[in-house]
């Protein structure tokens, strides 16, 4: 008989609740570690820094994949971040009333003509997902251009 189509099986349900139900067992402070963890931006704004809550989405020396995966950020001593939450980050952008994309790559470890393609694609998803006119912009789209014509913009 030939290999099964359609992909490799994935794992049943039981086997994975098995699974947390020994690693429990095994690692009982891990309940308490996690009780301990921040789950507002209130709880953990005036926390140590660089912050210890690595599995956090917003630490910026690891990032959790789209399945859960963990990936670290090659080349950068955790100990070492100045910024290490990208929520602290985007506090000391405000205070300073924005970075510029050097300091932006450098915290997110890319070079600055990828924060700015990633700038451009960003405010191209808000433009599209509020309309081409901003109510601020006096009839002028976004870009300082004419609308593309009296029934809005052309769908590209």
Request: glycine share 12%; hydrophobic share 35%; charged share 30%.
């Amino acid at each position: 008989m030939g290999p099964r189509k359609g992909g490799a099986r994935k794992p049943a349900l039981p086997i994975i609740d098995r699974e947390l139900a020994i690693n429990r067992l095994l690692y009982p402070e891990a309940d308490t570690v996690a009780a301990q963890r921040p789950r507002t931006r209130a709880d953990c704004v005036d926390g140590p820094r660089p912050c210890p809550w690595a599995g956090c989405r917003y630490h910026l020396h690891v990032r959790v994949t789209n399945v859960g995966g963990i990936q670290l950020e090659a080349g950068r001593d955790p100990l070492e971040l100045v910024n290490s939450c990208g929520l602290d980050l985007g506090d000391y952008a405000q205070s300073r009333g924005g970075l510029s994309l050097r300091e932006v790559g450098d915290a997110l470890v890319c070079t600055r003509e990828r924060v700015r393609q990633i700038e451009a694609r960003a405010l191209h998803k808000l433009q599209r997902a509020l309309g081409r006119q901003h109510p601020d912009m006096g009839g002028l789209d976004w870009w300082g251009e004419e609308p593309d014509g009296p029934d809005g913009p052309e769908e590209i």
